[in-house]
C-alpha cells in the first residue's frame, strides 16, 4: 500500500523542491547554493557524518547505545594523521579505522561484560579519548618541528587519490581529458536543469575514494545487516537478547562485535576528517561529529539509508554555513517558499490541521528572511541538533529504535 | 553484613584510584619518565599552601556540575546537558551583571539569580520534551548542549549578549561587571582567623556558595519529601508510581534543579576571575562535573572529593612543565579513575547482590 503513495509523496518532494529552486533563481545570493562547489562541499562533510552515523547504527542495532563515537573519532583523527606521517596515506586510514576500533573496544568490554551503564560508558571513552590524544601529541609532537604541537600534527604528506567522472564531469578517461556535459549545462545558467547539473557534478568531480568507499559502505551495511545471518543476530541482540541467547546466540560476542565495528566506522571517519579536510591533525577537529552522526542514526531511524539521509542533510547544512551568508539568508527563503507550497498542497487536499501548522512555519521563515540581513553562521551551525530535536518531538511515531537498545543484558536474567 | 558491605563500597574506588595509578606509571614507564619522580614532584606541588588555595578555587565549578549531575543520576535521569546549561547561564549572568549597576550585595543575588533562571530554562526545554513529547533526556540535553554552543557563539558574535556590545565591549566578550558585582574573596577571613595565607593568591568567595549547595542538596535529597519521591522513582519507578509518586511533576522538578544548579557552574570563573563572558571561557566544565558525579557517587561529599581529587591533578600537574613529563598525563589519570570507578562500582554492587540473594535463598531454606 505504502508503494504507490510514498512514490506520490516523492514526486511531490522532488516537485516542491524544483520549483522553489527556480524561483530562488530572482533572490541575490541564492544561485550559489546549487553551485557544484557547494554540492561537492556539501559531499566531503556528509561523508563523516555519514561514517560516524554508520558505526552509530552498528552499534545501536546491536543495543548497545554508543555517544562514545565522538571519542572513538578522535582516536582516529589522531592516529590516522600519525600514521599518514609515517607511513603514508592508505596506512593512515587503516590506524584511524584501528583507532576508533580500540575505542570501541573498551566501549564494549564495559558496557557488555561489565554491564556499566551505556551512557555513563560513552562519557568516560569521550573524556579518556580526549586525554589521550593530548598526552600522545604531547610526546609525538613535543620538539614542535614541522608546525606539529599539543595541539596539532604537522601536515600529513601526500593524498588520497581523487575520482571525476569521464564525459559527465570531464575525468580523464585512460589518461586522455573526455567532455564534461554537466559542467556545460551548469554554466549554461538554464533554471532547474542547470541547477540541478551543477548540484551532479559537485557529486561526480573530484570525489576522494574515501568517499566513494563510505557511500558503497551504505548499501554494504544494508546488506550486512538485513540479508545474513550475521546481521539477523546483531540486530535479534538489539531486539530481543534473551531471545537469541535461548536460541544458542553468543550474544556477548555479537555485541562486541558490533561496537568494535562501530569504532571502526567512527575511526575511520576521522581518518576522512584528516585527509579530506587542511590535511592534519587538529584537537577539537571532530567538532562533536559523533554527535551528528548519532542525530543522523535518529533522524535516519535506526536504517542505512535513513542514516545517509540524514547525513547528505547535515552535511549541506555545513557547507552552506561555510559560503557566504547572503547564501545562508537566501536560504530562509528558500524553506519559507517551500513550506508555503507544501501547506498550500495540503490546503488543497483539505487537511486543514497540517495546512495551518505548515503555512505558520512558511510564514515564519519568510519573516525572518524579510526581517533580517544575514543570519550568523553560528545558527545555522545548530541545524542538525534542532532538526533532530523537532524530529524526536514531532514525529515520535514514525520513529522506531531497537526494543533493547541501552539495556545491559545478563543471559540469566529473564524479562 | 553491612561492615562487609561497607568496606566493598570503600573498596571500589580504592581499586579505582589503584587502577589509575597503575595504568599511569606504566603510560609514563613506557614513555621514558620515571613514575616515582613524578608522582613525588605532583604531590610536593600539590600541597603547597597556594596549590591547595588554585585547588579550593578549581574545585568549585566541577563541585556545582557534579551536583547539577547527582540530582538527575539520582532519578535514573541523566541530564548531559550539564555543559550548554552553564555557558548560556553564564553569558546571561555576564551580560546582566554588566548592564546593570546595584550596591554590591543585591548586585551579586542579581547575578546568581540570573544564573540559576538560565540554567533551569535551558533544563526546562529538555524537561518539557521529555513529559510533553517523551523525548529521552539523553537525546535533549546532548542536542541542547550544541544548540546553546551556536547560540552563545551567535550572540557573543553579534555583540546582543553583550548588552548592546558597545562601550568597552568588543565583539566576542561581554563588558566587564562593575566592582560591586564581583565575588569577594575569603583572603581577609582566613587572615583574620589566623591562617598564614599565600602572597598573591585569592580564595574565591564561590567556595562558601558551594558549601551551601552541598548542604541544601543533602537536604533536598536525602530529608525533604520531593528528595524522596525522586530516590523512589530513580530505585524503582514502578512502585514509586503505585505509591502515589507523580512521575511527570517530578520529573519536570528534578531537571529544573539539575539545570540551576548547573548555572552556577560558571559563577566562579565569572564573578572571581575573568568577570565577563569571552570566547575563552572555560569550557568542558559540565562533563567533568558529570565524572565528579559519577566518582563521587551523587553524594554531597563523595561529589566533593571527586571534585577536590580532580583540581588537585590539574593543579599538581603543572610542576610537570618543569620535569619534562607531558602534564597531559593527568588527563588520561583522570579518565581511567571515570571509566574504572564506574567500572568497580558496577561489579561492587553485582558482588553485594549476589550475596543478599545467596542470604535470602539461605534464609527460605532452614526458618
Redesign the interface.
Known amino acids: 500500500m505504502s508503494v504507490t503513495r510514498a512514490g506520490k509523496a516523492h514526486w511531490r518532494w522532488i516537485m516542491t523542491v524544483l520549483g522553489v529552486v527556480s524561483i530562488a533563481h530572482l533572490v541575490p545570493g541564492a544561485a550559489g547554493l546549487t553551485s557544484s562547489s557547494t554540492s561537492s562541499a556539501a559531499l566531503r562533510l556528509s561523508v563523516p557524518i555519514l561514517l560516524a552515523g554508520l558505526g552509530g547504527l552498528f552499534s545501536e542495532r546491536a543495543g548497545i547505545v554508543n555517544i562514545g563515537l565522538e571519542g572513538m573519532m578522535i582516536l582516529g583523527t589522531w592516529l590516522a594523521a600519525w600514521g599518514g606521517l609515517h607511513f603514508g596515506p592508505w596506512w593512515g586510514v587503516v590506524l584511524g579505522i584501528a583507532g576508533g576500533a580500540l575505542g570501541g573496544l573498551v566501549h564494549a568490554t564495559v558496557t557488555v561484560r561489565l554491564r556499566v551503564d551505556h551512557i555513563v560508558s560513552g562519557v568516560a571513552v569521550n573524556l579518556l579519548a580526549a586525554g589521550v590524544v593530548r598526552f600522545l601529541s604531547a610526546i609525538a609532537y613535543e620538539d614542535g618541528s614541522a608546525g606539529g604541537g599539543i595541539t596539532q600534527s604537522p601536515r600529513v604528506p601526500g593524498a588520497i587519490g581523487k575520482l571525476t567522472l569521464p564525459f559527465l564531469a570531464g575525468g580523464k578517461l585512460f589518461g586522455r581529458p573526455s567532455a564534461d556535459l554537466l559542467g556545460w549545462l551548469e554554466r549554461t545558467g538554464i533554471p532547474v536543469v542547470g541547477d540541478g547539473a551543477g548540484v551532479l557534478r559537485g557529486l561526480v568531480s573530484g570525489v576522494s575514494w574515501l568517499a566513494v568507499i563510505a557511500v558503497g559502505l551504505v548499501p554494504l551495511s544494508a546488506y550486512l545487516l538485513w540479508r545474513t545471518s550475521f546481521g539477523l543476530r546483531l540486530r535479534f541482540g538489539g531486539e530481543h537478547p534473551w531471545a537469541a541467547h535461548s536460541l544458542g546466540v553468543d550474544v556477548y560476542r555479537v555485541k562486541t562485535g558490533a561496537v568494535l565495528i562501530s569504532g571502526a566506522l567512527a575511526g575511520m571517519g576521522g581518518a576522512v576528517l584528516v585527509f579530506e579536510g587542511a590535511g592534519i591533525y587538529r584537537e577539537g577537529q571532530t567538532g562533536g561529529r559523533g554527535f551528528i552522526g548519532l542525530a543522523a542514526l535518529i533522524f535516519g531511524n535506526w536504517r542505512p539509508a535513513g542514516v545517509a539521509l540524514g547525513a547528505v542533510l547535515f552535511g549541506a547544512a555545513n557547507a552552506l554555513a561555510l559560503r557566504d551568508e547572503r547564501a545562508v539568508h537566501a536560504l530562509l527563503l528558500l524553506v519559507g517558499l517551500a513550506l508555503a507550497l507544501l501547506g498550500a498542497g495540503a490546503l488543497i487536499r483539505r487537511q486543514a490541521g497540517r495546512a495551518a501548522g505548515t503555512l505558520v512555519a512558511a510564514a515564519g521563515f519568510l519573516l525572518c528572511f524579510a526581517a533580517t540581513d544575514t543570519i550568523p553562521r553560528q545558527l545555522l551551525s545548530t541545524l542538525p541538533y534542532v532538526v533532530t530535536l523537532a524530529v524526536l518531538a514531532f514525529a515520535p511515531r514514525r520513529l522506531r529504535p531497537p526494543a533493547y537498545n541501552g539495556v545491559a543484558f545478563r543471559p540469566a536474567q529473564l524479562e | 553484613m553491612t561492615i562487609r558491605r561497607l568496606a566493598l563500597r570503600l573498596l571500589a574506588p580504592g581499586v579505582a584510584l589503584l587502577a589509575a595509578f597503575t595504568v599511569s606509571s606504566l603510560?609514563l614507564a613506557g614513555?621514558g619518565h620515571s613514575p616515582t619522580d613524578t608522582w613525588s614532584a605532583m604531590g610536593r606541588f600539590g600541597v603547597r599552601p597556594e596549590s591547595v588555595v588554585s585547588v579550593l578555587n578549581r574545585a568549585v565549578p566541577l563541585y556545582f556540575a557534579g551536583l547539577a549531575a547527582a540530582a538527575g543520576f539520582q532519578m535514573g535521569l541523566?541530564n548531559?546537558g550539564v555543559e550548554g546549561q552553564y555557558r548560556l547561564a553564564a553569558l546571561a549572568a555576564a551580560a546582566v551583571g554588566a548592564a546593570v549597576s546595584l550596591p554590591p550585595v543585591l548586585h551579586v543575588t542579581l547575578v546568581l539569580l540570573v544564573a540559576l533562571a538560565v540554567g533551569a530554562a535551558w533544563a526546562g526545554v529538555a524537561a518539557a520534551?521529555k513529559v510533553?513529547?517523551?523525548?529521552?533526556e539523553?537525546?535533549?540535553t546532548?542536542?541542547?548542549n550544541?544548540?546553546a554552543?551556536?547560540?552563545v557563539?551567535?550572540l557573543l558574535?553579534?555583540g546582543t549578549g553583550g548588552a548592546g556590545g558597545t562601550a568597552g565591549g568588543l565583539a566576542g566578550e561581554t563588558k566587564l561587571i562593575p566592582l560591586s558585582g564581583r565575588m569577594p574573596a575569603l583572603n581577609r577571613l582566613l587572615e583574620w582567623i589566623g591562617l598564614p595565607f599565600p602572597i598573591g593568591s585569592r580564595l574565591d568567595g564561590v567556595l562558601v556558595l558551594a558549601v551551601v549547595a552541598g548542604f541544601a542538596y543533602h537536604l533536598l535529597i536525602r530529608r525533604s519529601c520531593f528528595g524522596f519521591e525522586l530516590r523512589a522513582l530513580g530505585v524503582n519507578p514502578r512502585a514509586a508510581r503505585a505509591g502515589g509518586v507523580n512521575p511527570v511533576g517530578v520529573t519536570v522538578r528534578t531537571l529544573l534543579v539539575s539545570g540551576a544548579l548547573a548555572g552556577l557552574v560558571g559563577i566562579g570563573p565569572l564573578l572571581g576571575n575573568s568577570y565577563r563572558y569571552s570566547i575563552d571561557f572555560p569550557t568542558g566544565l559540565g562533563?567533568?562535573g558529570?565524572?565528579a558525579a559519577?566518582v563521587g557517587r551523587n553524594h554531597p561529599l563523595g561529589v566533593a572529593l571527586a571534585s577536590l581529587l580532580f583540581a588537585f591533578l590539574d593543579r599538581s600537574a603543572q610542576i610537570l612543565d618543569l620535569t619534562g613529563v607531558?602534564?597531559?598525563?593527568v588527563?588520561?589519570m583522570?579518565?581511567?579513575i571515570?571509566?574504572s570507578s564506574?567500572?568497580a562500582y558496577?561489579?561492587a554492587s553485582?558482588l553485594i547482590e549476589t550475596r543478599e540473594a545467596r542470604l535470602a535463598a539461605s534464609i527460605d531454606e532452614c526458618p
Do not use: D, K, N
Not at chain 2, 510533553?132 to 529521552?136: A, C, G, K, L, T
Not at chain 2, 607531558?326 to 598525563?329: C, D, G, N, V, W
Open positions: 603510560v614513555t541523566f548531559i520534551l510533553r513529547r517523551s523525548v529521552h539523553v537525546l535533549s546532548l542536542m541542547l550544541f544548540v554552543t551556536g547560540l557563539a551567535a558574535a553579534t562533563f567533568a558529570i565524572a559519577l607531558p602534564r597531559e598525563i588527563l588520561i583522570e579518565g581511567v571515570l571509566l564506574v567500572v558496577e561489579v553485582g
